[in-house]
DNA sequence: ACCTGAACACCGTTCAAGT
DNA sequence: ACCTGAACACCGTTCAAGT
């Protein structure tokens, strides 16, 4: 009475329309794979709340039971998820983990393009998938020896290393950055996302929040006031990158 | 037919046995404070699912109808528990907000103790409320406007300006420090919450976790095993406070 | 082994009705 | 103005039954 447990698919992100697709086709097998790729779909268009047992049986033209004797429970679908999404934004990274059995050796890359690559990587990925952010950080906390954090860890910790970090503060700077991606990321995914369109009214939201900050009292809100500005005008990728060097400036100074 | 608007309180936080209440007294009215401060408690024992408003009508003894005439819906719930939660953390920080009719002059902090006392204070605020994190990163993203960013903000801010960081990249530390602080602590939540004891099991976890990373593939890797000695010697506090300096380090190294 | 679909115990929210 | 509580439309999950 064990279901299987295929390893989890690297490239689940098949890109459609945004629209409720009628229920399709159904020739082929259920497998955890296409449960997992419908899950991220969901998401995808709808958010955190998108996905459900309902509209995944819809989709998949299904029972519930055919799901559950896949997948364990929703929680479970959710890490398949995220951990088939991280695969995807990681495996073109400077770190590509099987490698194969050594191909035409790839041009060295600086670490200093080594960490933006995995640190963008991990940007993009969050802005595709706004709802990654937010479960990437639970799978975190909550399971650090899932499949998902190492992958993670790793990727971030060796451009760490790579970059000179003295070997004491590995561990700190890695969360640093690690706790920094995923916070940094997960807000600029909330900007683009607010008003459904990935650049229509990402600017009216923008301007929003530091016309806000600017009507703050002065006496008790000094520093918001002087930073609202900053925040608008910013370029977010240039923005971001710069959280990244400044980290990195501390983690090699000796910190 | 618009409820009453009351601001909300600070000290949401009363402690209570753990245990589910039963319904109790019902003389006094019904507010937005009582049902906060009841929000507050339920989210404390049984985290992030325990908020219900099935659970709220019993410990409140009222109907659903009830809670509705003083808060429009769930997630301005979580808000108000969100920002009461807050309040009560930074008031006792450096930088205490109305100061009131300049009272006696408290004795001047040093920049490095002003922030070590913020960051401090939310992380104590998160480990006692460990569906914190979630939250504040929720509400930050989804919306800078609300009166709760600000706060937080501004606090992390005043001490980023104190310690010399210059102007330009005021935004940029003080973001970083944010998410750290929110990243960091919400892990380390996590782990203390792992067991129900506040201690009990939390060397259980981690040790399980590292020895997980010890495990895994030395190819593939390399970096992650060889910190997983670090992850689980670390005393939390000082690992956490090692992560503030070193961002600190690089803002004001000039980044 | 794999799938079906009715059923169960919940959930947030509404709203006519009371005081 | 404030509260009651039945009702609605959902949700995740189970499980006897089919093939």
Redesign the interface.
């Known amino acids: 009475v064990t279901p299987p447990r295929t390893r989890s698919g690297t490239g689940a992100t098949a890109k459609t329309g945004a629209g409720a697709r009628k229920a399709e086709r159904r020739s082929d097998a259920l497998t955890r794979e296409r449960i997992t790729e419908a899950a991220v779909e969901l998401l995808d268009a709808a958010d955190e709340g998108g996905l459900t047992f309902r509209a995944l049986t819809q989709r998949l033209a299904t029972g519930p039971g055919a799901i559950y004797w896949h997948v364990a429970n929703k929680s479970e679908l959710l890490e398949a998820a995220t951990a088939a999404v991280v695969a995807a934004a990681l495996e073109a990274g400077p770190v590509s983990?099987?490698a194969g059995p050594s191909g035409p050796a790839k041009p060295p890359v600086s670490p200093q393009d080594g960490m933006r690559t995995v640190a963008l990587g991990l940007y993009d990925a969050i802005e595709a998938h706004p709802w990654l952010a937010?479960q990437l950080?639970?799978q975190?906390?909550?399971s650090?020896?899932g499949a998902v954090t190492?992958r993670v860890?790793?990727s971030i910790?060796?451009q760490?290393?790579a970059l000179g970090v003295p070997e004491g503060?590995?561990?700190?700077?890695?969360?640093?950055l690690?706790?920094?991606i995923?916070?940094?990321a997960?807000?600029n995914?909330?900007?683009s996302e607010a008003g459904g369109g990935p650049h229509a009214s990402r600017g009216a939201f923008l301007d929003?929040?530091s016309t806000?900050?600017k009507e703050?009292d002065p006496d008790?809100?000094?520093?918001?006031r002087?930073?609202a500005d900053?925040?608008r005008t910013?370029d977010d990728r240039a923005?971001f990158l710069?959280?990244i060097?400044?980290?990195?400036?501390?983690?090699t100074?000796?910190?």
């Open positions: 983990p099987p937010t950080a639970a975190i906390s909550r650090p020896w190492p860890f790793e910790g060796q760490v290393r503060s590995w561990f700190t700077a890695t969360s640093a690690l706790h920094y995923l916070g940094a997960g807000q995914a909330a900007n929003a929040a806000a900050w703050l008790d809100y000094p520093f918001t002087s930073v900053q925040m910013h923005e710069a959280g060097a400044l980290i990195l400036a501390g983690a100074a000796g910190a």
